[in-house]
């Protein structure tokens, strides 16, 4: 069956770190791959979208990697700061034509001044 | 520009009744997504609409069920509460011939617990 794995462990780190967040998925082939921070009791906000055929992507401090092959894709945020600790997910997006975005449980990351 | 609104923002219900969520889209956005997010896991896909009709749907029983206005607002409706039914309900809304591919904007959410 379709998985979506992200660290269920929170990750700690000082600020002015770079934070790295991890997304293995298995029985899937997605087309699109996408990143959300989500805040507690808040929706999740879109961060970033890479697609199958694209390495890595960039947005001021965040950097997404997509590793068909691995089937995995890492999340970094360069210089963190406390304002960044937050639940971190990733979302697959199939091809095909629906698009819905299926979802792993996130990875909260808290950064310490 | 207003975001995505939903309401109520807390709900607290007994087992076996029924509830309706409300949510209006982003000005300009046309689909609507509903998403049930348990705690401590990621939004799982309940159903969509578009141009009033149920687009597609999610693994939920039929006790979900939903509604969407000519005005893109929308309604989430779940009869004969269960226990698990306990989740923050979200609702997303994106624009049609983008797929939501790019990007979905969500609500804050509405916080159901059933006693």
């Known amino acids: 069956s379709q998985k979506i794995e992200q660290n269920s462990e929170a990750l700690n780190i000082q600020e002015g770190k770079t934070a790295t967040l991890t997304c293995n998925y298995t029985n899937y082939s997605p087309a699109y791959l996408q990143w959300y921070r989500q805040d507690p009791g808040r929706g999740p906000v879109f961060l970033l979208l890479i697609r199958e055929n694209e390495k890595e992507k960039r947005k001021e401090r965040l950097k997404v990697t997509f590793d068909t092959t691995l089937k995995q894709s890492l999340f970094h945020i360069t210089a963190s700061q406390p304002a960044d600790s937050a639940t971190y997910l990733c979302?697959?997006?199939?091809?095909?034509?629906?698009?819905?975005?299926?979802f792993g449980r996130g990875t909260s990351l808290i950064v310490h001044p | 520009d207003a975001g995505v609104t939903q309401s109520p923002t807390h709900l607290i219900k007994t087992r076996g009744q029924q509830v309706t969520l409300r949510c209006s889209p982003k000005s300009g956005h046309d689909t609507v997504s509903w998403y049930q997010q348990a705690l401590g896991q990621g939004p799982q896909f309940i159903f969509q609409y578009y141009e009033e009709e149920e687009r597609q749907r999610g693994n939920f029983p039929d006790r979900f069920s939903g509604h969407q206005f000519p005005n893109y607002s929308s309604e989430l409706n779940v009869n004969a509460l269960l226990l698990g039914d306990s989740a923050l309900y979200l609702c997303?809304?994106?624009?049609?011939?983008?797929?939501?591919?790019?990007?979905?904007?969500f609500g804050p959410g509405t916080r159901l617990t059933v006693t």
């Open positions: 979302a697959l997006l199939a091809s095909g034509g629906s698009y819905i975005p299926t």
């Open positions: 997303a809304s994106s624009l049609a011939e983008l797929q939501g591919i790019y990007e979905q904007y």
